[in-house]
């Protein structure tokens, strides 16, 4: 498969680290077998490696769930300086300066994301929905587009897709 780029964002082709079987039975749209690798993909993604930084991790996430999106950017700052490796850092980072209205550091943090884990769909959805809210629908419609091959389950990232395919073509939905 050829190399993903979208404009300032230079993915390589499908490399990611997890066991490729477990991205093989997620990409499947027949059974529930790929259930069971979604959760395994997400629990190896939430793992940094260490306790410390798994608490740190997890204060990081909590704030981001009441809304305390500085605080999530100082955890998770703390995070990603002390596991640079952790393409869920940037991730969870990434999502908490977009909500906080801080797009370009947003955008960096999620293209290192995808950098360390270019199977990382939750970062590609999270990048799909920035780029929608910059009006920038062909981006959007691409990234979105790379997440559902990685994991077609989501369904937040279909009905956007949809929505912004709607949008491009002009037809409504």
Excluded at 74 to 85: F, I, M, R, S, Y
Aim: no cysteine; aromatic share 8%; net charge negative.
């Amino acid at each position: 498969m050829a190399a993903f780029s979208i404009a300032f964002f230079a993915f390589p082709a499908f490399a990611g680290k997890a066991d490729p079987a477990l991205f093989d039975a997620l990409a499947q749209t027949e059974g529930d077998a790929w259930m069971e690798a979604e959760t395994q993909i997400l629990t190896a993604w939430e793992d940094t490696g260490s306790q410390a930084l798994n608490m740190i991790q997890l204060r990081g996430e909590s704030a981001l769930d009441e809304g305390d999106y500085l605080s999530a950017i100082g955890h998770l700052t703390a995070l990603v300086d002390h596991a640079p490796d952790h393409a869920t850092g940037y991730q969870l980072r990434g999502m908490a300066y977009w909500l906080n209205g801080d797009y370009g550091p947003a955008a960096v943090d999620l293209a290192r994301a995808l950098e360390l884990e270019p199977k990382h769909y939750l970062a590609l959805t999270q990048l799909g929905t920035m780029l929608e809210e910059l009006n920038d629908t062909p981006r959007a419609i691409e990234a979105l587009s790379r997440s559902l091959e990685i994991n077609p389950h989501q369904q937040d990232a279909i009905d956007a897709k949809a929505r912004l395919e709607a949008i491009d073509t002009g037809t409504n939905i």
